[in-house]
C-alpha cells in the first residue's frame, strides 16, 4: 500500500459557509442578531443608547456566569440544577459572614468561593460514587439548597427572610469596589466632560462605569474558552462529556475532571451572590430562583448538546445575552413583558433541534 | 513452546488464572508475543479472551500467574500503567469520541503542551501536525484536523486508534476484534495497517473469531476455549479448518459440520 493516497475524489471541498455551521456558537449569534435586528425595529430606540446597552448586559452578565459554570459543566457531561438555589444559599452564607459575624471582604469573599466550592464537590461526589444521573441528584439540592436557605436566614435573623444591612457592613471596605458598583467612573467622567456620552442637566454622566458584573462577564467568558480551546484540561473536559468511558481509557482522569467542574459552577454561582448581595445590599431566599434553568437554556442556546461533549463558552456568552436583551428590551417596546415566557420556551424548542441538526452534520451521522 | 527463543518474548504471561465469584474465566492460560510478530488470539464467544486481554491490559488483576514484562515481573493495578509500561490496547469500542477532532481523539489525556506555569497550553499547532502526519504514515489523507471522529468509516477510526497507540510509543499493541464490524475493503486496510505495524517491531496480539482474518496476518495463533489454551501453532503447521476445529472445541462442530457444509 503506498503511503500517499491521493485526496478522496468523493470529498466536496467545504464552502466556508459549512464551516462556520460547525461552529457550536453559530446558533446563539445569529441569535443576537435577529433579536437586535428585532428590538432595533419594535423598541424605543433608548435601548440602544450606552445606559440602554448597560440596563441589558446588567441582567444578562449575572445570568451569564452561572450560564458559563453550566456550560462547562454541559460540556463535561454533567448537570447541575442546584445553581440557582447556590445562589440563594451562598448568599445567605456570604450575608451572614459579614452582617452576622463582622468579616472583612478579603475574608469573607474567599469563605463564600471555599464554601460553594465544598457544596459543589459534595454534589459531584455523590454523583460520581453513585453514578445516579446527575439531573436526579442536583434537582434534589435544587430543594434542599432552598429549604435550607429559607431556615438559615430565619435562624440569622429571627424569624425574617431577608438579611439587610450588607451594604453598611462593608461600607469602606478595599474590596467592595471589585465586587459591587461601577467600574472606571473617573473614565466615564472624563468622557462625559469631553461630550462623548450623554449627561444629566447638571454634567454627571447618565451612565457612571460599566457595572463591575458585566467586567466578570466578560472574563470569565474569555477565560473559559481559553481553558476550553486550549489548555489540555480542555480537551479533558470534551473527552469527559463526549464518552467518560473511553476518555478514562486513554488516561483522562475524569472523576477528577467532573468534580472540578461542579466546584466550578459552584463558585459561579457563588460569585453571582457575592455580586448581588452586595448591590442590593440584603440577601433573600428567594434569591436565583429558577436561574438553572436560564442557565441551561443560555447553555443550550450557545450551542451545548444535552448530551455532552459539544458546546462552547462563547456561545452561552451570547446565550444569555439574548436572554437580557428580551427580558429588558420588552420594557422599551409596547409588547406585554409576560410574552417573555413565551420568548423563553420557543427560543429553547429552536435551540435544541438546531442542535440536533447541527450535531448530525458534525459527526457526519445520516 | 518457545520455539523463537532468539527473540526474548516482551510479554510473557504464565499460567494466568482469574476468578470472578465462583466463575472461573480463566484457566492457567499462558501466553507471549515477542516484537515484530502478530500473534493471533482466537476463540468462540464466551472462551475469555476479553478477560485475558482486559487482565494484560491492567483492566483485571490475575487471580493467579505471573505477568513478565521485558523479563521482569510486573503487577498492573490499572490501565495506565500497562500502558506507561508500553502495553496499547485498541478496544471493539476503540475509546474514540465521535463529536471530538481526530486532533484531539489523538492526543486525548496526553496533550502536548507549551509554555510554562499558568500559561501552559496545549499546543494545538504541533498537535494537527503530527497527527496528519501520522495519520498520513498509515495511508489515509485527513481532509483537516479538526474533522471530527464521526465523519470516519469505521476502518478510518480503526487505523486512528492504531496510529495512536504506535505515535505514543507501544510495544506491544493489542487489537480487540478490530475487524469484526467492517466491511470487506476497510477489513483489508486494518490488516495492511497490522502488517505495517508489525514491520516497525511491535508486537501485535490480534484478537479475533474470524480465521480468514487471522490466517492473513498472523505469525502464530493460539485457541482459547473455556478459559483454557488449546495449544499455539506456528504459521504453516495448522490449516484454516484445523483452526475453525479448535476454535469451536472440536466435537460440537464435527458434530455440525454435515448440516452447515463447512461454511463457518
Not at chain 1, 424569624?159 to 439587610?164: E, F, K, P, V, Y
Not at chain 1, 427580558?327 to 442542535?355: E, H, K, P, R, S
Not at chain 2, 513452546?1 to 482469574?18: L, T, Y
Request: net charge neutral; with cysteine; proline share 3%.
Amino acid at each position: 500500500m503506498p503511503t500517499d493516497v491521493a485526496i478522496d475524489e468523493r470529498i466536496k471541498e467545504e464552502s466556508f459557509f459549512s464551516r462556520m455551521m460547525k461552529r457550536p456558537e453559530l446558533g446563539a449569534i445569529a441569535g443576537v442578531i435577529l433579536v437586535t435586528v428585532f428590538f432595533l425595529v419594535t423598541a424605543d430606540p433608548a435601548m440602544f443608547t450606552l445606559a440602554g446597552f448597560m440596563n441589558f448586559m446588567s441582567p444578562a452578565a449575572q445570568l451569564g456566569i452561572l450560564a458559563i459554570g453550566a456550560a462547562l459543566l454541559m460540556v463535561g457531561g454533567e448537570f447541575d440544577l442546584s445553581v440557582g438555589s447556590m445562589v440563594a444559599f451562598t448568599g445567605l452564607f456570604f450575608g451572614a459572614c459579614v452582617v452576622t459575624f463582622g468579616l472583612p471582604l478579603a475574608i469573607a469573599i474567599p469563605a463564600t468561593l471555599v464554601f460553594a466550592a465544598c457544596v459543589g464537590a459534595f454534589n459531584g461526589q455523590i454523583v460520581l460514587a453513585t453514578g445516579l444521573p446527575s439531573f436526579i441528584v442536583t434537582l434534589a439540592f435544587l430543594f434542599i439548597l432552598r429549604g435550607l436557605s429559607l431556615v438559615g436566614l430565619k435562624w440569622a435573623t429571627d424569624g425574617s427572610t431577608q438579611l439587610r444591612g450588607v451594604r453598611d457592613a462593608v461600607e469602606g471596605d478595599w474590596l467592595a469596589p471589585i465586587f459591587s458598583g461601577e467600574a472606571f467612573p473617573a473614565l466615564f467622567t472624563r468622557m462625559a466632560e469631553a461630550g462623548m456620552i450623554d449627561t444629566f442637566r447638571n454634567g454627571t454622566p447618565k451612565v457612571q462605569g460599566i457595572p463591575v458584573e458585566i467586567l466578570w462577564f466578560i472574563v470569565i467568558a474569555l477565560l473559559a474558552t481559553y481553558v476550553l480551546q486550549r489548555t489540555p484540561f480542555g480537551n479533558w473536559i470534551f473527552a469527559s462529556g463526549g464518552d467518560a468511558n473511553a476518555a478514562s481509557n486513554s488516561g483522562v482522569p475524569v472523576r477528577r475532571v467532573k468534580l472540578i467542574l461542579f466546584m466550578v459552577t459552584a463558585c459561579c454561582a457563588a460569585l453571582v451572590a457575592i455580586i448581588t448581595v452586595l448591590d442590593s445590599g440584603s440577601t433573600d431566599a428567594r434569591r436565583g430562583f429558577q436561574k438553572e434553568f436560564e442557565a441551561i437554556i443560555a447553555a443550550v442556546i450557545g450551542g451545548c448538546l444535552l448530551t455532552g461533549g459539544y458546546g462552547s463558552a462563547i456561545g452561552a456568552f451570547f446565550g444569555a445575552i439574548i436572554f437580557g436583551m428580551v427580558l429588558i428590551g420588552l420594557t422599551y417596546t409596547n409588547i406585554d413583558q409576560d410574552w417573555y415566557l413565551v420568548f423563553l420556551g420557543g427560543m429553547l424548542l429552536i435551540a435544541v433541534l438546531f442542535n440536533n441538526m447541527i450535531r448530525k452534520r458534525v459527526t457526519g451521522e445520516r | 513452546m518457545n520455539s523463537r527463543s532468539e527473540h526474548a518474548p516482551i510479554v510473557h504471561m504464565d499460567q494466568i488464572e482469574k476468578h470472578f465469584g465462583n466463575v472461573i474465566a480463566l484457566a492457567g492460560v499462558s501466553f507471549d508475543i515477542s516484537a515484530g510478530e502478530c500473534h493471533c488470539l482466537l476463540g468462540d464467544n464466551g472462551a475469555g479472551k476479553s478477560t485475558f486481554i482486559k487482565t494484560m491490559s491492567g483492566v483485571h488483576r490475575p487471580t493467579k500467574g505471573k505477568i513478565m514484562f521485558e523479563g521482569r515481573e510486573m503487577n498492573f493495578g490499572s490501565p495506565r500503567d500497562s500502558m506507561e509500561a508500553g502495553i496499547a490496547t485498541v478496544y471493539q469500542d476503540l475509546a474514540m469520541i465521535p463529536l471530538m477532532s481526530v486532533t484531539r481523539n489523538f492526543f486525548m489525556g496526553r496533550e502536548p503542551t507549551k509554555g510554562s506555569g499558568p500559561f501552559k497550553r496545549f499546543d494545538t499547532a504541533t498537535a494537527n501536525e503530527i497527527t496528519m502526519e501520522e495519520m498520513r504514515k498509515m495511508g489515509i489523507n485527513l481532509r483537516a484536523p479538526d474533522q471530527a471522529v464521526g465523519t470516519l468509516s469505521g476502518g478510518e477510526r480503526q487505523t486512528v486508534a492504531i496510529a495512536r497507540a504506535v505515535y505514543f510509543g507501544a510495544k506491544v499493541l493489542i487489537l480487540d476484534e478490530p475487524t469484526s464490524a467492517l466491511g470487506v475493503r476497510q477489513t483489508s486496510n486494518v490488516l495492511a495497517t497490522i502488517d505495517r505495524v508489525r514491520k516497525d517491531g511491535i508486537g501485535v496480539v490480534f484478537i479475533t473469531h474470524n480465521v480468514r482474518h487471522a490466517m492473513a496476518v498472523g505469525d502464530r495463533f493460539t485457541v482459547l476455549n473455556r478459559g483454557k489454551t488449546l495449544g499455539t501453532a506456528q504459521r504453516g503447521q495448522i490449516t484454516p479448518d484445523e483452526l475453525q476445529d479448535l476454535m469451536a472445541g472440536g466435537q460440537e462442530l464435527a458434530a455440525l459440520e454435515g448440516s452447515l457444509g463447512g461454511t463457518v
